[in-house]
Every structure is written in structure tokens, then in C-alpha cells.
């Protein structure tokens, strides 16, 4: 465990060195593109595309959802809470001792760009290839029935 704790700490200070920045943590960057997509995207998409973007959206949260759970807190007052604070104007993420909204630039928590970027543009393929599996054993249960 030793050693992949440290394999991982180097993978991530080569990432930030390849990337040159890096993205807010602690669940900030996930309730910020969650509320820009709600915000400002769905407007612009039409019909189907709007419960699309909405449900990508709401996939987002996906990730400070279960960092509140996994620490012991109520998943939806503390994202409603940190949602509040970006309304506000201050990209907060999930504090983990306390559960509150904190700054996570300030308390040093950041993420990896290029893992981020591959998160979101891998999980609609893998979302569709989920479907997909699911639609083919659908018609082989119906085919069995027959």
C-alpha cells in the first residue's frame, strides 16, 4: 500500500508538472461545472439535448455527493450548502473534518487536470455503453420469451 500511495503521489506531481496548473478540489470544480451547465448551457440546447445537459449536470454531482457521504455527512444539506456559496461568488468545496463550505485553494486541496478532463469526456461513452448492454440483454430476455 506503501509503495502505490507513493506511486500515486508521483503521478500526480508529474500530471500537475505535464498539465502546468492545476483545478480546484474537495468537490469545487464538480458543483461549479454543475451549475454552469444548469445555468448557461441548458438555455442555449433544445428539446431532448436540455434533459441531456440536465442529467450530466446532475451526474456531476456525483463526485462531492459521495466525498459528504463517505465522511459522514448529509449529502444534500452539504452540497446545497456549498451551492450557496457559489451562487455567492466563492468556488467553495467540502470541508471533510466540518462538513462546511471551505476554500480550497486556500486550504490547499486541488485536483489534477488531465484526470478531470478524462473523467468527464470518458463517463457519457461509458454511460452509452452501459446503455447499450442494457438494451441488447433486453432483447435477448424478449427474444427468450417468445
Do not use: W
Not at 31 to 60: C, D, H, M, P, W
Not at 63 to 87: M, R
Not at 115 to 140: F, N, Y
Amino acid at each position: 500500500q506503501m509503495k502505490e500511495a507513493l506511486r500515486d503521489g508521483l503521478r500526480a506531481v508529474k500530471n500537475t508538472i505535464e498539465d502546468g496548473f492545476v483545478i480546484r478540489g474537495a468537490g469545487s470544480f464538480e458543483i461549479g461545472a454543475s451549475q454552469y451547465l444548469l445555468k448557461n448551457t441548458r438555455k442555449q440546447a433544445e428539446g431532448r439535448a436540455k434533459l441531456g445537459v440536465e442529467a450530466f449536470a446532475e451526474a456531476l454531482l456525483g463526485v462531492p455527493k459521495t466525498l459528504a457521504e463517505n465522511a459522514g455527512f448529509d449529502a444534500q444539506e452539504t452540497i446545497i450548502a456549498v451551492q450557496d456559496e457559489h451562487e455567492a461568488g466563492n468556488p467553495a468545496g467540502i470541508d471533510l473534518t466540518t462538513g462546511e463550505p471551505i476554500d480550497p485553494i486556500s486550504s490547499g486541496i486541488y485536483d489534477s487536470y488531465c484526470v478531470k478532463r478524462q473523467i468527464i469526456q470518458s463517463a457519457p461513452v461509458v454511460a452509452s455503453q452501459l446503455l447499450l448492454v442494457d438494451e441488447v440483454m433486453r432483447a435477448g430476455m424478449n427474444m427468450r420469451k417468445r
